[in-house]
């Protein structure tokens, strides 16, 4: 497989990740779509650096960083989404802007 395929998977990712962020209505919809951003920009920086430089291993210490502040940022995210929907029984964006109390 070439740079090329791996660069444009992430693209997709970044693009299917983008809708879902800016088409939903949903918290938890509106993360996935995050997610799926970040998903995108860490394929495309993991294969940029395993064709830039393959013997270096900074870039794959990282991506694994970076995953796993990933996963930490969005069990922090649901927490917050399932703490403000016990509260408020609040589950969407729009009724989310009125939390400014």
Not at 18 to 24: E, R
């Amino acid at each position: 497989m070439s740079l090329e395929l791996f660069l444009l998977l992430g693209a997709g990712l970044f693009a299917i990740g983008l809708y879902g962020a800016l088409s939903q209505q949903s918290i938890v919809m509106l993360m996935m779509g995050l997610e799926l951003m970040l998903n995108g920009i860490t394929v495309a920086a993991a294969a940029f650096w395993y064709y830039v430089a393959p013997s270096n291993a900074d870039g794959q210490v990282l991506i694994i960083v970076v995953i796993t502040l990933m996963a930490v940022e969005m069990a922090v995210g649901f927490a917050v989404v399932t703490a403000i929907f016990r509260a408020r029984d609040v589950d969407m964006t729009d009724m989310a802007a009125d939390l400014k109390e």
